[in-house]
């Protein structure tokens, strides 16, 4: 179930508030013998976090999120280097150094009843008995939409999201019934192409960005602010080169006549920027983070 975007939250008693952990969605699925885990586009993605086997238990699936805490608060820039390990060594090697946590948020299936037609209310109250008994971290709910926010807003917290209490789970759908607020203006865009350092020939200094529109990928813009060496090179090898340019036209060249690479709108990345100008373009952006979670045709900016 997804979430629709917000300028603010709504408030009332048919409300529940949580904080937005800045990590990686995942569906866990236990049985008293095993875990797998899920990202949102369906892929399993168990090897990765070998530390979460411990999370077995009765047969059951939870609807959180993988994220891991640096000086106690959520990093994404540290899960990133997890999150597309494939060896189990590596993974391992990796779980001793920044260990993640299951955040989990919804029980969607216990015991082998499905439990999605519920109202959340009642999937909460179960989720809080279950984890109790299986030592599972639950991320916690408020009340109150003013004081959420203003302390997820001093804790340094991505945003918050806003549940409706009688909302029925609604697997793969948007919704109103989910809201979310981010602190910061950020997007998914589709990168269209990759240039070259000046200072390194061959490597990954800025990538080009755009927003997938039904007249095909939009030029919204450059960003190279963000992608560290270890960062760059790991999307390079991402990035599918082709001949011609994506875009209907040309975008204008960088200073310096950086050489351009050309690539198939594949890959989705997040991207923070103060403000769009009237033409599309990004101002001031900063990259995130890869959305490997997403499909090309989300990366609507």
């Known amino acids: 179930m997804l979430a629709s975007a917000a300028t603010n939250l709504p408030h009332g008693a048919g409300w529940t508030y949580e904080f937005k952990w ?26 990765a976090y070998p530390e979460l086997a411990a999370l077995a238990g009765a047969g059951a699936t939870l609807d959180g999120e993988i994220v891991a805490f640096v000086d ?10 997890r999150m597309h390990v494939r060896k189990a060594t590596d993974a391992r090697r990796l779980a001793e150094k920044t260990p993640v946590t ?28 279950y984890a109790a008994d299986h030592a599972i971290t639950v991320s916690p709910s408020f009340d109150d939409a003013a004081a959420t926010e203003q302390v997820a807003r001093a804790s340094g917290l991505e945003g ?9 789970y609604r697997p793969g759908l948007r919704t109103t019934d989910w809201v979310k607020l981010r602190f910061l203006n950020s997007g998914d865009f589709a990168v269209v192409g990759w240039e070259e350092s000046r200072e390194h020939p061959g490597a990954l200094s800025s990538l080009v960005l755009a927003t997938m529109t039904p007249d095909g990928p939009m030029f919204a813009g450059k960003v190279g602010s963000g992608l560290t060496g270890r960062t760059a090179a790991t999307l390079q090898r991402q990035l599918a080169d082709r001949s011609t340019c994506p875009l209907p036209e ?3 060249t960088s200073p310096g006549g950086r050489v351009v690479h050309w690539v198939d709108p594949a890959v989705v990345v997040e991207v923070k920027y103060t403000l769009v100008t009237t033409d599309g373009r990004l101002r ?5 983070r890869v959305r490997s979670d997403k499909d090309i045709e989300e990366a609507t900016g």
Do not use: H, W, Y
């Open 22 to 47: 800045d990590g990686v969605r995942a569906l866990c699925d236990t049985t008293p013998t095993r875990v797998r885990l899920f990202s949102r586009r369906g892929n399993e993605i168990t090897t």
């Open 72 to 81: 106690g608060r959520p990093s994404f820039q540290a899960l990133q280097e």
């Open 102 to 129: 299951f955040m989990a948020f919804d029980l969607l299936v216990e015991d082998g009843i499905d439990l999605t037609g519920l109202p959340l209310r009642e999937r909460r109250a179960r989720l809080e008995v």
């Open 160 to 168: 918050v999201m806003a549940k409706r209490l009688t909302s029925r």
């Open 250 to 252: 040309l975008p204008p």
């Open 284 to 288: 001031q952006p900063v990259f995130l």
